[in-house]
């Protein structure tokens, strides 16, 4: 089965820089890629996602970069803001439909002002 | 759309007691999922449903756990008995037929499950 693997698992910034989460995955079936931020006592809610046939998708301050490949991708946020801190989950999905994702560990991340 | 309901919001129950906890999708959607989260292990999927039918159950932990799905409005997540062990929080989501675009599922707020 697919197996999602994420890092780092705690990120620190200064307000105003850049941070770069990381996953991999292992499925080569898997064609859809969310990213879920998760508030201190809230619901996982979508950021951002992409699909197989794209290579990278931008969202105002945040992007997201797919290699097919080396089957891993990313997700950039740039000048980071205090509300940024969160947890960002990855996940990778098998299928285009009835999706079963498969989440990654989770990465903390702190905005520091 | 009120978005996915969850009930309740928090349940304090002692070890050996029955739990259900219960889930409102939106309506409309076809995909409904049970999710567990700790720390220790994450998000993990528990079960997920299709059209009121369960597709995929080989998260549920073992067979103190069950789920239903009578009709498309309502879900439900039993523990029996429950373990100290089952304590995280339980989310449920669930999400539209894959169209043209995306396949987003939407969280419920979650019940926080404390089992003493």
């Known amino acids: 089965g697919e197996n999602v693997e994420q890092h780092p698992s705690t990120l620190s910034v200064q307000e105003g820089d850049s941070a770069v989460i990381k996953c991999t995955y292992s499925?080569?079936?898997?064609?859809?890629f969310p990213w879920y931020k998760q508030e201190l006592g809230k619901r996982p809610q979508l950021i951002i996602d992409?699909?197989?046939?794209?290579g990278e998708k931008k969202d105002q301050r945040i992007a997201v970069t797919l290699n097919k490949t080396a089957k891993h991708f990313s997700l950039h946020i740039t000048e980071t803001q205090p509300e940024d801190s969160a947890v960002y989950f990855c996940a990778a999905s098998p299928r285009n439909y009835g999706q079963n994702f498969v989440f990654g560990p989770g990465t903390r991340l702190s905005v520091l002002p | 759309d009120a978005g996915v309901i969850q009930s309740p919001r928090h349940e304090v129950t002692e070890m050996g007691q029955e739990v259900t906890l219960r889930c409102k999708p939106i309506?409309?959607?076809?995909?409904l999922f049970w999710y567990r989260q700790t720390m220790m292990r994450g998000l993990e999927l528990l079960i997920y449903?299709?059209?009121?039918?369960?597709?995929?159950d080989s998260g549920m932990p073992e067979d103190r756990f069950s789920a239903k799905m009578p009709n498309a409005s309502f879900s439900t997540l039993k523990i029996q008995p429950s373990e100290p062990r089952d304590s995280a929080v339980y989310f449920c989501a669930s999400s539209p037929l894959a169209g043209v675009t995306y396949n987003e599922q939407f969280f419920g707020p979650g019940t926080r499950l404390t089992v003493l």
């Open positions: 499925d080569s079936a898997s064609n859809y």
């Open positions: 992409i699909r197989s046939n794209v």
């Open positions: 309506s409309g959607h076809d995909y």
């Open positions: 449903f299709n059209n009121n039918v369960p597709i995929d």
